[in-house]
């Protein structure tokens, strides 16, 4: 947890002010001191563009990104590090706080979204390889994560968001997984460093402005596309606010927007006078950088906050001075962002971007309202609580909203106003986007309606205290709900799971290929890359077919029964979910380690037959069945007929099982009984036993198919009676979400009894397999 939340955040901000620091004596030390780490979060991301361009350079990206951090903290001797007001560190760490809430107070190096949007595993892969290979596909064998990053990396898929994460990640001990959550908070802190400085001079009281800066950094939709690995949308949102500080600047040739609009009641000969063309490079530098995290139509949401700029920049400077700063100005930000343009313009999507149907994991077209940052809900796709309430909350803040944009409009707030013009691209792309593309716009936009609104009570408590003071509550009162239900709604990936994923990865690296049965795109596309894994239903080089022909459908788990066998022996290695219900892979594959989680599965290698005629039994729920004998002593003929040197039968034992989902558990013997339930798990849930607690589980979510493991006891044989016992919403993360996922069934096996006993007989006495239950039967040769 320290190296996540605190070792992580604290690299990566030494690292963006290094790198601010040098863009800062560029233009003459003129930043603002609030602006230093945003700025050096955007120049890595421009600098990197240039060496992950090639597989040739983009390992230099590391060493070349602290060469550029030391240079510009070295050159800035002394440091400007304690410039930034405190109240502003405050107010991004606030920020920070609230972003990071959900996986910080379950105490594991958790993240986000697990089960909501596999988007997390996409970024991970492609961090993996852009930082060592840059958009080469070259040496990679066919595997899942091959697949991710032909789809992604090869159609030129925006990688800008991605390297600093990177970057920071390998100066820091333990897996990129567990430091993505904090990236994300990280990101958002610096979104409300932007903040800090565009609201600027218009909330001189530094106190009102850090609460200013705090909640208008943490719309609710913006909040819970983080909470869905959404990087894109907080890094956009934060280069929006960044642009917006830094754009006055080449008005009056300070560094942002608190020394340039005039304190209330005095005049622009308060400020500096003429820019300079060198004022440029920071604007030009985070365009750079809003194309390389978004695409290149990512300019379209500086358009008009461009657009806005020119006109100014004419009537300060007249048309030949302002046309001048702005060549210099597109000529820097395209030299800037030639790499990006040179991987591709358009990146891949599944369905076009304003293709009506295109809805992604969304279910139908978000509420425009949503924009505001308000709505109190654990998921910001379904409709809120509180219907009339909200209405009555999202009314006041679109009033507040108005009356921001008129007093920004009437004190000619320079750097506010310049910043609400992305609320033009939002509803350009709101009205002619896909519903997925809409939101994401929303998403990006919402920290601009939320700060009209907020600058918008404030205001009003300047004109009327009580009535101000009503209105800014109500506003805060609606962000503030909105997150407090998202954080319980939170989906918080299962740390122990992956965590074990990432070990077997590191333990059996080159020992592949390799595939897993369960839908866990974690697995497949990060934690087992070296191993070349992929997953049944997962994107895959390899087509994994079943038995009965086709393949299994995206999203679900698969027995290995249920595979080809020809398909399966394509794997050397098999990592398999335990669960009470889990076949036993063929014989050819063996039993190397058992965890708690997983198990590993090999085949000798060079493995070339002969195969084994197969007589696979059970079902999903009961993987245990008898066969007719007839089919037993006609696998055993089929073996023979083959020719099948020294031909034997196997029978694979299973664990017996005992339903006990009624309530009533039924046990054939004293022993140690394990309990497993279905499906997943949001706030605690308990097993009892005859009134005795036997074990419990919180906050395990599973995908399909997947089990809990709710404990094991010694237990008597003969009738006993089962109850699970659910908890509801309380303190913990993730536990008020909605609705509560189906469980069922709640099965017991006998522990340590699940691997699967093989029975082998000759062939010429198959009968003896008959009339009893077994997981599957085999002919096989042994000669």
Same mark, same amino acid.
């Given at each position: 947890m320290l190296v996540a939340w605190v070792l992580y955040p604290v690299v990566l901000a030494l690292l963006c002010a290094g790198v601010g620091l040098l863009v800062d004596l560029l233009v003459g030390r003129r930043l603002p001191g609030a602006l230093v780490v945003p700025v050096g979060l955007a120049g890595i991301v421009v600098v990197s563009g240039f060496t992950t361009a090639t597989d040739a350079t983009a390992e230099l990206t590391l060493p070349l990104v602290l060469v550029l951090a030391l240079v510009g903290a070295g050159l800035s001797l002394p440091w400007r590090f304690g410039r930034p007001d405190p109240l502003a560190i405050a107010a991004a760490l606030g920020v920070f706080l609230v972003f990071g809430a959900p996986a910080i107070l379950s105490g594991e190096p958790t993240f986000l979204g697990y089960v909501k949007l596999d988007d997390t595993a996409t970024w991970l892969a492609l961090t993996d390889r852009i930082m060592e290979h840059g958009r080469s596909l070259a040496g990679l064998e066919p595997s899942t994560y091959r697949a991710t990053l032909e789809f992604n990396l090869a159609g030129g898929y925006p990688i800008g968001a991605f390297v600093p994460f990177g970057v920071a990640g390998r100066l820091v001990p333990g897996d990129l997984a567990w430091v993505f959550q904090p990236y994300l908070s990280f990101l958002a802190a610096t979104l409300a460093l932007g903040l800090w400085e565009v609201f600027g001079r218009f909330v001189a009281?530094?106190?009102?402005?850090?609460?200013?800066?705090?909640?208008?950094?943490?719309?609710?939709?913006?909040?819970?596309?983080?909470?869905?690995?959404?990087?894109?949308?907080?890094?956009?949102?934060?280069?929006?606010?960044?642009?917006?500080?830094?754009?006055?600047?080449?008005?009056?040739?300070?560094?942002g927007a608190s020394e340039v609009d005039p304190a209330p009641g005095g005049s622009r000969s308060d400020a500096p006078s003429r820019g300079r063309p060198r004022d440029v490079v920071p604007l030009a530098v985070v365009a750079a950088a809003l194309v390389g995290v978004l695409s290149p139509g990512g300019i379209l949401w500086l358009a008009p906050l461009l657009a806005a700029l020119a006109v100014l920049a004419v009537r300060r400077f007249g048309a030949r001075?302002?046309?001048?700063?702005?060549?210099?100005?597109?000529? $820097?930000?395209?030299?800037?962002?030639?790499?990006?343009?040179?991987?591709?313009?358009?990146?891949?999507?599944?369905?076009?971007?304003?293709?009506?149907?295109?809805?992604?994991?969304?279910?139908?077209? $978000?509420?425009?309202?949503?924009?505001?940052?308000?709505?109190?809900?654990?998921?910001?796709?379904?409709?809120?609580?509180g219907t009339v309430v909200t209405a009555v909350l999202v009314g006041l803040g679109v009033l507040a909203a108005a009356i921001g944009l008129w007093a920004l409009w009437r004190r000619r707030a320079t750097a506010p106003l310049l910043l609400a013009t992305a609320l033009f691209t939002c509803a350009?792309?709101?009205?002619?986007?896909?519903?997925?593309?809409?939101?994401?716009?929303?998403?990006?936009?919402?920290?601009?309606?939320?700060?009209?609104?907020?600058?918008?009570?404030?205001?009003?408590?300047?004109?009327?205290?009580?009535?101000?003071? $009503?209105?800014?509550?109500?506003?805060?009162?609606?962000?503030?709900?909105?997150? $407090?239900?998202?954080?319980?709604g939170a989906d918080l990936a299962p740390y122990g799971q992956l965590r074990e994923l990432e070990r077997i990865g590191e333990d059996f690296a080159g020992e592949g290929p390799a595939l897993m049965t369960e839908y866990n795109p974690y697995g497949a596309r990060h934690f087992l890359r070296e191993l070349d894994g992929e997953g049944a239903s997962e994107l895959r080089v390899r087509q994994v077919p079943l038995r009965g022909g086709g393949t299994v459908e995206k999203g679900f788990a698969v027995e290995t029964d249920e595979l080809d066998l020809n398909g399966l022996l394509a794997y050397r290695t098999l990592v398999l979910r335990r669960s009470?219900?889990?076949?036993?892979?063929?014989?050819?594959?063996?039993?190397?380690?058992?965890?708690?989680?997983?198990?590993?599965?090999?085949?000798?290698?060079?493995?070339?037959?002969?195969?084994?005629?197969?007589?696979?039994?059970?079902?999903?729920?009961?993987?245990?069945?008898?066969?007719e004998c007839s089919h037993v002593l006609g696998l055993g003929q089929l073996g023979l007929l083959n020719k099948l040197p020294g031909v034997r039968m196997l029978a694979a034992r299973h664990a017996p099982v005992v339903d006990a989902t009624e309530g009533v558990l039924r046990l054939p013997r004293a022993g140690v009984w394990r309990a497993w339930l279905r499906g997943s798990v949001r706030g605690e849930v308990e097993l009892y036993v005859d009134g005795r607690r036997l074990g419990s589980a919180r906050h395990q979510l599973e995908n399909e198919g997947?089990?809990?493991?709710?404990? !094991?006891?010694?237990?008597?044989?003969?009738?006993?009676?089962?109850?699970?016992?659910?908890?509801g919403a309380d303190p913990?993360?993730?536990?008020?979400?909605?609705?509560?996922?189906?469980?069922?069934?709640?099965?017991?096996?006998?522990?340590?009894?699940?691997?699967?006993?093989?029975?082998?007989?000759?062939? !010429?006495?198959?009968?003896?397999?008959?009339?009893?239950?077994?997981?599957?039967?085999?002919?096989?040769?042994?000669g």
């Open positions: 009281d530094r106190r009102l402005r850090a609460l200013a800066v705090f909640l208008a950094a943490q719309p609710a939709l913006l909040v819970g596309y983080a909470q869905w690995g959404g990087v894109k949308e907080v890094f956009a949102a934060a280069l929006v606010a960044l642009a917006a500080a830094l754009a006055p600047a080449l008005l009056n040739g300070a560094g001075a302002a046309a001048g700063r702005a060549a210099l100005f597109a000529a $820097l930000s395209g030299a800037l962002v030639l790499p990006v343009l040179a991987s591709g313009i358009v990146p891949p999507t599944s369905k076009s971007l304003t293709d009506p149907t295109g809805e992604g994991n969304l279910r139908g077209a $978000l509420d425009a309202f949503q924009v505001l940052g308000i709505w109190p809900s654990g998921d910001f796709r379904l409709d809120p609580d350009v792309i709101f009205a002619i986007g896909s519903p997925w593309a809409a939101g994401k716009a929303l998403a990006t936009a919402s920290p601009v309606a939320l700060s009209l609104a907020v600058l918008g009570a404030l205001a009003a408590l300047r004109l009327d205290r009580f009535a101000g003071a $009503l209105l800014l509550a109500a506003v805060a009162g609606g962000v503030l709900w909105s997150n $407090l239900l998202a954080y319980g009470p219900v889990r076949s036993r892979p063929p014989s050819p594959y063996g039993l190397v380690r058992a965890g708690d989680y997983y198990e590993v599965w090999q085949r000798p290698e060079g493995f070339a037959g002969p195969l084994p005629e197969r007589l696979p039994l059970g079902d999903a729920l009961d993987p245990a069945a008898v066969p997947g089990w809990v493991e709710l404990g !094991e006891a010694r237990l008597a044989g003969g009738l006993h009676e089962a109850e699970l016992r659910f908890g913990h993360p993730g536990s008020g979400g909605f609705p509560r996922p189906e469980t069922g069934p709640l099965y017991f096996t006998a522990a340590g009894e699940e691997a699967g006993e093989l029975v082998s007989v000759p062939v !010429e006495e198959a009968r003896r397999l008959c009339g009893r239950p077994w997981d599957w039967i085999e002919a096989v040769g042994t």
